[in-house]
């Protein structure tokens, strides 16, 4: 899965094309709730000011970090062992510092 197409889906799961508006909301905004007690939920995290999702393909690192203002995604075919989280740090540097979005 290229950059490319996982911020598609993560657009299409944001915009309800993927399930419907209910269930969308339901997963994007109940915090601590006995639904979803924890922030992983139906493979993604949801925080306070964004969702994750993360996974290897194929030896590549791809993370995505999405809120109401962005979707970016970034993926590294170099996986340190072992792993060092170096494709999130660098993620996190572009969302919190370049973007000026919460975390």
Do not use: W
């Not at 006995?34 to 030896?59: C, D, E, L, S």
């Not at 996190?92 to 919460?102: G, K």
């Amino acid at each position: 899965m290229s950059t490319n197409d996982m911020t598609k889906l993560i657009h299409a799961f944001r915009t309800n094309q993927l399930l419907n508006k209910s269930t969308t909301q339901s997963l994007l905004s109940e915090d601590g709730k006995n639904t979803y007690p924890k922030p992983y939920r139906y493979g993604f995290y949801k925080y306070k000011h964004h969702q994750r999702v993360r996974g290897i393909f194929f030896a590549n690192d791809i993370v995505a970090y999405a809120n109401n203002n962005y979707i970016i995604t970034l993926a590294c075919n170099k996986l340190d062992q072992p792993y060092d989280g170096n494709t999130e740090k660098a993620l996190e540097h572009i969302f919190t510092n370049i973007l000026n979005q919460p975390i």
